[in-house]
């Protein structure tokens, strides 16, 4: 996930833009990018663009601005897809690349712990509460589809045990109930992440 500072600097750097921004472009884009890495969902073995389009249907139905459901289906596209921040600014404009540049992970080389560490803390730090909901929707996201395809072992399939998946996402459901208390998918996470923590 890009610093603060690095997507005020995307911000103040970059141009106009006469792309289209309508939301069916957007969907496209977003997911031929997804298809041609054949990547699937960890747990539900479906293609991977189903995230993302859920996660732009989620932030819709919460009532968000335009850009940040095109953002929804944009913001894995850097990170799994090899997308640059150019092309979709000069895509879909300035603010969607902004949005994507600050809902985005740091370098996937750094250890699990690291890269938690620094989305919490950024999070934390962080005063655009349309950034918080592109994150709160994609987290609620995965954390739903941990309760509808989670098992037994579950938690062997992922990058850290389920104690840490547990104070990450519960530490993520406390930032965002501090920060965009009103966006209802805040509440939703948060309802979501108890189910899923349940059982000690």
Do not use: C
Request: hydrophobic share 35%; no cysteine; aromatic share 10%.
């Amino acid at each position: 996930m890009k610093s603060f500072k690095e997507w005020r600097m995307i911000k103040e750097s970059i141009s106009n833009y006469s792309g289209d921004g309508s939301d069916e472009h957007v969907h496209d884009f977003a997911k031929e990018k997804h298809d041609q890495t054949g990547k699937k969902r960890k747990l539900s073995g479906l293609p991977y663009f189903t995230h993302p389009n859920n996660v732009a249907n989620l932030l819709r139905t919460a009532g968000a601005s335009p850009e940040v459901v095109m953002a929804g289906y944009l913001h894995d596209t850097t990170e799994d897809a090899g997308v640059d921040l150019q092309e979709i600014e000069a895509q879909f404009g300035p603010r969607v690349a902004q949005l994507v540049a600050g809902s985005s992970e740091p370098d996937k080389g750094a250890s699990w712990d690291e890269r938690k560490q620094h989305t919490m803390d950024y999070l934390s730090s962080i005063d655009d509460p349309e950034i918080l909901q592109v994150v709160v929707a994609d987290k609620l996201d995965n954390v739903t589809d941990t309760h509808i395809n989670g098992g037994e072992g579950i938690w062997s399939k992922f990058n850290a045990p389920y104690e840490k998946q547990k104070w990450y996402y519960s530490t993520l459901a406390d930032i965002f109930m501090d920060k965009i208390p009103e966006f209802s998918l805040s509440r939703r996470y948060k309802n979501m992440v108890a189910k899923v923590f349940t059982n000690e």
